[in-house]
């Protein structure tokens, strides 16, 4: 949107999304970080429905409508996904991802070693005896929604330049069932994460598939 509506290039029109989504977590993050279990999923799943509602779909509120997104070039290298003929799915696009997800990958692993992340596995394992350790759970949910925020704004933005992009792309039950995948793959570790992932992808090819 911010390419379309206000002509902001690659790369600082994603690198604002990301900030952008990253707020919106935190913001998420205020009133569901005094709650946990079942209730902090359905306000999680609540802000999501209603982004997506008014958002994505409203026209009122500017939503995302379907757009063509402009391709990605970063010094004059073209890194862009689609193209015509045999050129389609392009090799460039596929390695930039991998770089973005090996950063994150090596990122998130410094993090959990460091003393934040050693406190969020703490308010992970058992809340009230983090906070009898001194631990402000408070405070460690906030961050942990922020990266987990900018993860996903990551994932958007990746998502957004393989060509169009449309109110449906980022569906909450999308989202649920990519988050079922995670528990599969195993959700407290970063390999589990990347095994979610080849599963997803094969399991959008298998649906492509079984649609031709």
Same mark, same amino acid.
């Given at each position: 949107?911010?390419?379309?509506?206000?002509?902001?290039?690659?790369?600082?029109?994603?690198?604002?999304?990301?900030?952008?989504?990253?707020?919106?977590?935190?913001?998420?993050?205020?009133?569901?970080?005094?709650?946990?279990?079942?209730?902090?999923?359905?306000?999680?799943?609540?802000?999501?429905? *209603? +982004?997506? &509602? !008014?958002?994505?779909?409203?026209?009122? $509120?500017?939503? =995302?409508?379907?757009?063509?997104? @402009? /391709?990605?070039?970063?010094?004059?290298?073209?890194?862009?996904?689609?193209?015509?003929?045999?050129?389609?799915?392009?090799?460039?696009?596929?390695?930039?991802?991998?770089?973005?997800?090996?950063?994150?990958?090596? *990122? +998130?692993? &410094? !993090?959990?070693?460091?003393?934040?992340? $050693?406190?969020? =596995?703490?308010?992970?394992?058992? @809340? /009230?005896?983090?906070?009898?350790?001194?631990?402000?759970?408070?405070?460690?949910?906030?961050?942990?929604?922020?990266?987990?925020?900018?993860?996903?704004?990551?994932?958007?933005?990746?998502?957004?330049?393989?060509?169009?992009?449309?109110?449906?792309?980022?569906?909450?039950?999308?989202?649920?069932? =990519?988050?079922?995948?995670?528990?599969?793959?195993?959700?407290?570790?970063?390999?589990?994460?990347?095994?979610?992932?080849?599963?997803?992808?094969?399991?959008?090819?298998?649906?492509?598939?079984?649609?031709?």
């Amino acid at each position: 949107k911010l390419t379309e509506a206000r002509g902001i290039p690659f790369p600082w029109a994603p690198l604002i999304a990301v900030a952008l989504t990253t707020l919106c977590g935190v913001l998420v993050g205020l009133p569901a970080a005094r709650v946990r279990g079942l209730v902090l999923a359905v306000v999680t799943v609540g802000a999501a429905v *209603a +982004i997506e &509602n !008014l958002a994505f779909k409203s026209e009122a $509120l500017g939503g =995302l409508g379907r757009v063509q997104i @402009e /391709r990605p070039e970063l010094f004059g290298l073209d890194l862009g996904f689609s193209a015509k003929g045999a050129d389609n799915f392009r090799a460039e696009f596929g390695i930039f991802v991998l770089i973005v997800v090996a950063c994150s990958f090596i *990122a +998130i692993a &410094n !993090l959990r070693r460091s003393p934040t992340g $050693l406190r969020w =596995l703490a308010v992970r394992a058992n @809340e /009230r005896a983090a906070a009898a350790c001194g631990i402000n759970v408070t405070s460690m949910k906030l961050e942990a929604f922020a990266v987990s925020s900018m993860l996903a704004g990551m994932g958007g933005v990746l998502l957004a330049y393989r060509g169009s992009l449309a109110p449906e792309s980022f569906a909450v039950f999308g989202a649920l069932a =990519l988050l079922a995948v995670t528990y599969l793959g195993g959700i407290a570790s970063i390999t589990g994460a990347l095994l979610a992932g080849v599963l997803f992808s094969a399991l959008y090819l298998l649906r492509g598939f079984g649609t031709t």
